[in-house]
């Protein structure tokens, strides 16, 4: 079983920081694309960030040039630094990640659980 654990969300106030990681644990042979995703209440889940197994990065347009994602394929995690917070980043964060279990199987996707990010004066 693979299990991919957020942490890092919280409360932070307009122009603030937060680092948000991923952490994959369990039968992991390698993992490629991982990626963090947002889901605002009443609205759908959208792509904030994406990086391959490369380092190649991409990024949603609203958020260019404030966040930032890296990987530890060593730690098998990953990491979304958030700069310049604003109150529409405010949202539950979600990691996915496209991980291979064994030498000879398909990469499958796997989703964290979630975690809350609150951008709030």
């Known amino acids: 079983q693979v299990q991919l654990v957020e942490s890092g969300g919280g409360l932070v106030q307009p122009g603030g920081s937060l680092r948000l990681s991923c952490a994959a644990s369990?039968?992991?042979?390698?993992?490629?694309?991982m990626g963090w995703h947002r889901q605002a209440p009443g609205k759908q889940r959208e792509l904030v960030a994406g990086i391959t197994s490369a380092g190649i990065t991409n990024y949603a347009d609203s958020v260019k040039g404030r966040f930032i994602i890296s990987r530890d394929n060593v730690k098998n995690t990953v990491y979304l630094q958030m700069n310049s917070l604003k109150s529409e980043d405010t949202a539950v964060y979600y990691c996915?990640?496209?991980?291979?279990?064994?030498?000879?199987?398909?990469?499958?996707?796997?989703w964290g659980q979630g975690t809350q990010v609150t951008v709030s004066s």
């Open positions: 369990g039968s992991i042979f390698s993992f490629s694309a």
């Open positions: 996915n990640g496209l991980i291979q279990t064994t030498k000879w199987g398909a990469s499958k996707d796997y």
